[in-house]
C-alpha cells in the first residue's frame, strides 16, 4: 500500500494565515510531489458540530467558504479528495466501535483535549461529543488507512490517542487498521503564527486575524497595525526581535528574493534583523516590507478564489465527488473492521454453515 494523506479542518469560519503556514501551504506541496497514493482533505463539519450545535447554520454557511480557501490556495480535485466529513456515516460506526478500546481517564489526560476544554470554558459541562472527538478524529484517520497526517505539534497528543487505538484493535482483533505518522511543518514559526496583536493565537473572536480571502488593502492596514517590540519607541532604540510579531511573520513568508525585489539595502532577514536589534530601524519599514511580502504571497490565492466564486454550484460538485470517493474508502475499510470484530453476520457463509450443522445434529 501506497501512502495516503488525511488532513482538514473545521469550518467555523474563513481560514486565515495561520492555517497556511501551518497547513495549506504544505498541503499544496505535499499533493504535488508525487510521493502519495492519495490524499484526503476533510472539512470536519461533523467534529465542529461538537462545539457549535447550537448554531449549525454557522457550520453550513463556512462550508463553502473553507472549500474555497483549498481551492483558492492550490489544492486541485483531480488529485486531492475534498470531502464533508458529515456525509460519510461510516466514520461515526467506527467511532462507536473504537469508544470500547479507551478509557474516561485516558480521554482526561489527552493533552490537547484538556486545553480545548480550558479555552472553551466548558469545566464540567462538557459535551460527551467534544469529549471524546479525539475517537472520531482517530476514526477519520484510520477509515481511510492514513499512513501521515500533518499537523502542529499541538495535535501531537491526538495523533497519539489514534495509534494506541490502532495498536489496541490490531492485537485484540486482526492487523486491519494502519498505525499514522504525524507530519511537523518544517519551518519553526509556521508551527503557531501568532495573531496581529501578539497574541499566541490567531482567533477570529480576538479578531487578530489575516483571512486568505481579506482584501489587498484590509491586508495592508492589519499589517500596518502590527504589534512588535513596545520598548522600541524611537528609531534609535534597539528593538527586540523575538516575540516581534512582524519579525515572527517575516521568518514565516519572507525569502531571499524578497529582499532582491522590495529591500535591496539588506542581503537577507539575518541583517535586517541585527539591523533592528542595534537600533536605527523603524517599525514603519519592516511593516512596508512584510506587507509587500504578503500581498505578493497572497495575490495569487485572491485571484483564483474569484474565480471560482463565479460558479458556486461547481465547488459543491467538487465536494460532492470527492465525498463520494472518500465514502468508498471508508466502506472498505469498516467492512474489515466488521469482519474482524465478528460482527459481519449476514456475509460470514462459514458461520451460517456451522450454525446449520450445530442444530442439524441437535
Known amino acids: 500500500m501506497g501512502k495516503i494523506i488525511l488532513t482538514g479542518d473545521r469550518p467555523t469560519g474563513r481560514l486565515h494565515l495561520g492555517h497556511y503556514v501551518g497547513s495549506l501551504r504544505r498541503r499544496v506541496e505535499l499533493q504535488n510531489s508525487g510521493e502519495y497514493e492519495k490524499i484526503f482533505i476533510m472539512i470536519a463539519d461533523a467534529q465542529a458540530l461538537t462545539d457549535n450545535f447550537e448554531n449549525p447554520e454557522k457550520v453550513r454557511q463556512n462550508i463553502v467558504e473553507v472549500a474555497l480557501d483549498y481551492l483558492s490556495c492550490g489544492l486541485d480535485p483531480a488529485k486531492s479528495n475534498l ?38 470554558n466548558f469545566e464540567t459541562s462538557i459535551p460527551v461529543g467534544f469529549f471524546t472527538y479525539p475517537i472520531s478524529q482517530a476514526s477519520d484517520i484510520t477509515a481511510f488507512k492514513a499512513t501521515t497526517v500533518p499537523v502542529g505539534d499541538d495535535q ?21 487498521l494502519v498505525e499514522p505518522d504525524a507530519l511537523l ?37 492589519k499589517v500596518m497595525a502590527m504589534y512588535t517590540d513596545p520598548l522600541h519607541i524611537q528609531v534609535s532604540d534597539p528593538g527586540h526581535v523575538e516575540g516581534n510579531t512582524v519579525f515572527t511573520y517575516l521568518d514565516a513568508f519572507s525569502r531571499p528574493e524578497h529582499f532582491e525585489r522590495y ?22 519599514k519592516i511593516k512596508k516590507f512584510l506587507n ?26 467538487i465536494l460532492r465527488k470527492g465525498t463520494e470517493k472518500a465514502r468508498e474508502a471508508a466502506a472498505e475499510t469498516l467492512s474489515e473492521v466488521k469482519a474482524a470484530m465478528k460482527i459481519d453476520y449476514f456475509k460470514d457463509s462459514a458461520l451460517i454453515a456451522e450454525q446449520v450443522e450445530k442444530y442439524k445434529n441437535s
Open 263 to 284: 529591500l535591496p539595502d539588506y542581503a537577507g532577514l539575518d541583517e535586517l534583523k541585527a539591523h533592528y536589534e542595534r537600533g536605527g530601524l523603524g517599525d514603519v
Open 185 to 221: 511543518p518544517d519551518n519553526a514559526a509556521c508551527m503557531r503564527l501568532p495573531g496581529t496583536d501578539g497574541k499566541q493565537k490567531m482567533s477570529k473572536s480576538l479578531g487578530n486575524c489575516i483571512y486568505l480571502a481579506d482584501s489587498a488593502d484590509e491586508v495592508k492596514k
Open 292 to 317: 509587500n511580502v504578503l500581498q505578493e504571497e497572497l495575490e495569487p490565492i485572491r485571484k483564483r478564489r474569484a474565480e471560482y466564486e463565479k460558479d458556486i454550484p461547481a465547488v459543491y460538485e
Open 83 to 120: 470531502l464533508i466529513q458529515s456525509q460519510i456515516p461510516e466514520l461515526t460506526e467506527l467511532t462507536f466501535y473504537y469508544m470500547n478500546l479507551v478509557t474516561v481517564s485516558r480521554l482526561q489526560r489527552n493533552p490537547t483535549v484538556k486545553s480545548e476544554i480550558q479555552l472553551r
Open 156 to 176: 501531537l497528543p491526538m495523533i497519539e490517542q489514534t495509534r494506541e487505538i490502532v495498536r489496541k484493535f490490531n492485537s485484540i482483533y486482526a492487523e486491519v
